[in-house]
């Protein structure tokens, strides 16, 4: 504690300095009839300094090409390394076993434990309805139904023009964006 008080007594002092600078008199002036304030020369000056950097030249590299013998050294000198350092024996973990759905409550090892990660909002997984209803669906279509026709086949779901199925939400911006909006159209998502 007596090492802080010295160091605050001197911040607050270097603060009020810097703060009397910019507050007083000499901080002031007189443009063209113009009051001036310190904050406006610091604006000024950083202006300038992006027309001068937005002014300069960029720099661009020699384009010299490698000749065939710096290519063959850069080749032979090169080494592969993994993507990630080896996991080590004492570093490893037994992943916890999900042994229900997804549900807002789940059973982990053994455990009912509360699920934080779900993304089931509707707490529509689970549901036995919802299940019934999806084994007969694939018993009747299969899985291939969002194919091309001509790969797939035509069945009834092809013919259906009421809605698209998409198989995962991300997918959708995918196709739908690129398939149906123009150069100057708005998206909201």
Known sequence: MDMALPIVN?????????SAAFNGPLARAVVFGVHIDGHLVV?????????????RKSYKPPKKPLTEKEIDELCDEWETKPLCPPIKEGAKIDAPTLESAAG???????KEV???????Y????????????CISSLEKYGVG??????FYGTIGLNLTFH????????STI???????CKKRDIIVA
Request: a negative charge; hydrophobic letters at 50%.
């Open 43 to 55: 604006e000024g000056l950083l202006i300038a300094i992006i027309v001068f950097q937005l002014s």
């Open 145 to 150: 139904s969002c194919g091309p026709r001509g």
């Open 114 to 120: 509360v699920n934080l990660a779900s993304a089931n």
């Open 174 to 180: 995918f196709s739908v964006i690129p398939t149906f």
């Open 163 to 170: 809605c698209i199925l998409y198989s995962y939400g991300i």
């Open 104 to 110: 807002p409550h789940t059973i982990v090892d053994g």
């Open 10 to 18: 001197a911040t607050a002092a270097v603060l009020a300095r810097v």
């Open 122 to 133: 509707l707490d529509l997984i689970g549901n036995e309805k919802i299940i019934d209803s």
